[in-house]
């Protein structure tokens, strides 16, 4: 198989992906979760395969988990529930925001090459000492100021892409940074067609997502489940604005829905679900075709989430 995917039950041909969520939480379970943010402690493979499968319901076939090592993934987990339920899932190797870390976790005194030979392990031996392997990389920011964790991170992430093929996937926190982040991509060397930004339509200033994919770099777009009670929901128009702009080749969808009152399973609303079966009728509505839907849900995550040779 020249191209791939690789997923947690092995490599996948693009063209098996479908439609896809690229920013997913099916499993967090760090103790520092359920100590300081239980909101969106989420331990349970019997919830997770219940809401995968509302998913699998509305015509999903795969997802992006994006908690990343040493933060709350469980490879074993996930592996579980990719069987259980049919739908593919790519894990994540990387880094997370240092708030899901303690300071004196082994993984935070390791060095840039130290780092990278571990995310180089998870993606081509397994995580966690499984053969459950990881098909992408994690970095993350705090905002517009590069701390030297982060900094760190980024090199390591040029590191195992270089020696992988593997994509990478970034944090923005609050939506801020991601100009800072491109800036320090193209100064590792790292070819913006293999990054995705994640969560940058916090932020609806649209010059600045127009600046952000005049780059050439991704965008995942995440913040529709708490946008779907509005009638024309920010992220939505921001959607539209930028496809409009010629950039509809570079976004994808997720919903980031670690939240437990997101999860219908678990009570809450919309359900994760609702992004392919609700969002695309409100994307409908403000003028996106479904050819251009497929490109968001089906070939541009085929194309990003494929191994670089």
């Known amino acids: 198989m020249n191209s791939k995917i690789r997923t947690v039950l092995g490599d996948i041909p693009p063209e098996k992906l479908g439609v896809t969520y690229m920013h997913e939480h099916l499993i967090i379970e760090?103790?520092?979760?359920?100590?300081?943010?239980?909101?969106?402690?989420?331990?349970?493979?019997?919830?997770?395969?219940?809401?995968?499968?509302?998913?699998?319901?509305?015509?999903?076939?795969s997802m992006v988990d994006c908690m990343p090592t040493g933060a709350g993934r469980n490879a074993q987990?996930?592996?579980?529930?990719?069987?259980e339920t049919g739908i593919n899932i790519v894990a994540t190797t990387g880094l997370h925001h240092d708030r899901y870390y303690n300071q004196d976790d082994e993984?935070?005194?390791?060095?840039?090459?130290?780092?990278?030979?571990?995310?180089?392990?998870?993606?081509?031996?397994?995580?966690d000492n499984t053969d459950v392997k990881a098909g992408i990389i994690k970095v993350s920011t705090s905002g517009p100021k590069i701390k030297d964790r982060e900094f760190k991170l980024f090199e390591a992430a040029a590191i195992a892409i270089n020696e992988t093929?593997?994509?990478?996937?970034?944090?923005?926190?609050?939506?801020?940074?991601?100009?800072?982040?491109?800036?320090?991509?193209?100064?590792?060397?790292?070819?913006?067609?293999?990054?995705?930004?994640s969560h940058t339509d916090k932020e609806n200033d649209h010059v600045y997502h127009q600046e952000i994919?005049?780059?050439?770099?991704?965008?995942?777009?995440?913040?529709?489940?708490?946008?779907?009670t509005e009638v024309k929901p920010q992220s939505a128009q921001l959607t539209v604005a930028m496809i409009n702009a010629g950039f509809v080749s570079q976004i994808m969808l997720g919903t980031d829905g670690a939240r437990r009152s997101l999860w219908?399973?678990?009570?809450?609303?919309?359900g994760l679900s609702w992004l392919y079966s609700g969002w695309s009728k409100k994307l409908e509505d403000l003028g996106v075709s479904q050819e251009q839907l497929n490109k968001l849900f089906i070939s541009n995550p085929a194309s990003m989430l494929t191994f670089s040779s």
Not at 183 to 193: A, E, K, P, T
Not at 213 to 228: A, H, K
């Open 30 to 61: 760090s103790e520092i979760v359920k100590n300081n943010f239980d909101h969106i402690y989420l331990p349970s493979v019997e919830e997770a395969i219940s809401e995968v499968l509302l998913c699998k319901k509305v015509g999903v076939q």
């Open 165 to 197: 093929g593997a994509p990478i996937i970034s944090h923005c926190e609050h939506g801020t940074g991601a100009l800072e982040q491109i800036n320090l991509l193209n100064r590792l060397g790292i070819n913006l067609s293999r990054v995705t930004l």
């Open 107 to 127: 993984i935070e005194k390791l060095n840039s090459e130290q780092l990278a030979q571990l995310f180089i392990n998870e993606i081509e031996n397994g995580m």
């Open 77 to 83: 987990k996930l592996k579980k529930i990719s069987v």
């Open 264 to 270: 219908s399973s678990l009570g809450g609303t919309p």
């Open 213 to 228: 994919l005049s780059s050439g770099i991704n965008v995942e777009y995440d913040q529709s489940l708490r946008q779907g």
